[in-house]
């Protein structure tokens, strides 16, 4: 015989009385109501509360075990239990009606069944059950779970037992409606302390990297994300990539690329609108290109929410975790869309900013291909074999590591070197830093070359690095070092043994990896000799020398080089193009040139701009001078052939000299062609008779030098 009991479905615990209008068993009732009121004096957990009704359950009314069961939707969940065992209650799934305990949740009425083996709606869960009664637990008219006590006897439970267990559902309901309120407490509580630490950290940051990573932390903390990633919509394309993740491998983002309308991704940037998965693993949709949201044991859920800025989608901001409930999925998503709205200006600096970055590597790429075309060897302009000579040591200590140490007077192109040799090596794509050792003071140079810690001295706000770690993977061009101090002396042999650097007030020493080129105009032997310039130091940095000769030691290159000019000031200046007269090119290899191949370049800027005509004259430009200069005086006194003679003594004396008969014949050739077509302005048959040589022999040659 089965026995039903109606409950009104706004019972509440002093409306519950037996037959005669009273409690059959007074004592149970108090005691009952005492274990609840101590058990929620003790804890505020809803499970550990549900725990105790039930244990106190099983105890006053003589059961051998019990469940408390939750309804989700269409099934039963059982939530506690006592004597059930770990595998019934994690593999047990029942539905709303089905067996006793979904028949009371269906219809929201106690059943009493005192022998289970005649009822034909129990559903075995475990051998040796008899008998079992069951109660709904009823919150606001609506029945949220059952609670079920079993026995091994036959007929073992009782109205007052019944009676018993209907003030336990029913407080088991106040205890589960108490629980939401405070989990709705608790809940916006966590989404307002969540919103606060974003807002925070939104604010303690310009760079947008840091700031994802700051909110991923966050809501991997707070709401357990165990992924979360950005993805960012390139206006110019259709394609989709993610641009930051977390708890996500280089790997995996690579993996992340979509189009607009594909997976769920593309779905949520094609329509505006959030997507939420609760399953992954039931949902179609749910590309899983990247293999970092994996399908274990446990329900993986997938959330995507657009980022809108001025009307217009601009990114996804998306994550994955473990599903725990209907409610919680529904309140991430909330959570995730409030995100957004506060992220997308961020989004909006970043991406400027990224679209900013890529134009300046972009000129910078552009740049640095206009510097190697620059310092090229092509623009090393001179057919003289002491300017091929230093040609043939940059092809040749380029590609090395080596230090490298220029010799010549100040406007001969050592920097010009430098460049070259940086440019056609290894280091190109590196940085390449000039440092002028004569032009700062020496109490400034040792912080501009190694750098200073903060404090390090008075003005030392702040770190900062050195010129040494500046050039970091690149070359570092020291001119004039012949001016550097005694002390920074012994500080550069340092560098250039150890490959180290000691900035000012730091503990310990920084290594680099830096090529060193030096230049100096000075005789640093004499500087050694002296005492003014370490004797070691010299050594290392005169590992591979080069002498660079002044503009009046290779006075064959000056028409070449004028030429050079004017086509460099025209294209600069956007004039047309200019020719040097005769009187100019006379006046320009008479000349000494202090000032080397700088005065010329000046000289031909200044020629450029100020003429009106087609061609340069003298009187385009600035009386050339050399009564202040003794040397080229003398010069001029001599004869032709002393000065020829001289400059071959010189030239064999050299062993950085090759090809020296090659060389010098197709230089002497070619000058002597050039004035002889000058002075016949051009007409090949006058030169020829000129130069008392066949025009066959002129027209070969003209050719063969492009004259």
Known sequence: MVKKVNLSKDSRLGSL????????????????????????????????????????SIRYTGATTGSVILIEGDTLRIVASRGLGQDVQEKVALRVGEGITGWVAKHGEALCVPDVRREERYVMVKEHIRSELAVPMILENRVVGVISVDSTSEDNFSDQDLELLTIVGTQAAQILENAQSFSELKRRNVQDETLLEISQALGSSLVFEELFSQVSEILARRCELSQCFLVLVQPDSDELKISLAYGMTEEEMAKGQYARGEGIVGRVVESGEPIGVRDISQEPKFLGRTGAFRVGSEQMTFMAVPISLEGRIVGVLGGAKPFHGDKEFDQDMALLQIITGTLAQAVKIYQDAASEREQLLEENRMLKAELRERYNFEGIVGNSPAIQAIFQTIVSVAPTRSTVLIRGESGTGKELIANAIHYNSPRAEGPFVRVNCAAIPEQLLEAELFGYRKGSFTGAISDRKGKFVVADGGTIFLDEIGDMSPMLQAKMLRVLQEREVDAVGADMPMGVDVRVIAATHHDLEKLVQDGGFREDLYYRLNVVPIAVPALREHSEDIRLLAQHFLEKFALEN???????GKDVLREFMAYSWPGNVRELENLIERAVILCEGTTIHAANLPPLRDDVHSAPQARTEQGFDSSVSEHFRELLGSSASRNIWANTMEVVERTLLSEALDSCDGVRLRAADLLGIHRNTLRKKADEFGL
């Open 574 to 580: 956007e004039t047309p193009q200019l020719k040097l």
């Open 17 to 56: 009385q037996g037959p005669e209008g009273e409690f059959s068993s007074p004592d149970s009732r108090l005691a009952i109501l005492q274990e609840i009121t101590l058990a929620l004096n003790s804890t505020l957990d809803p499970m550990k509360l549900l725990e105790v009704l039930l244990d106190s």
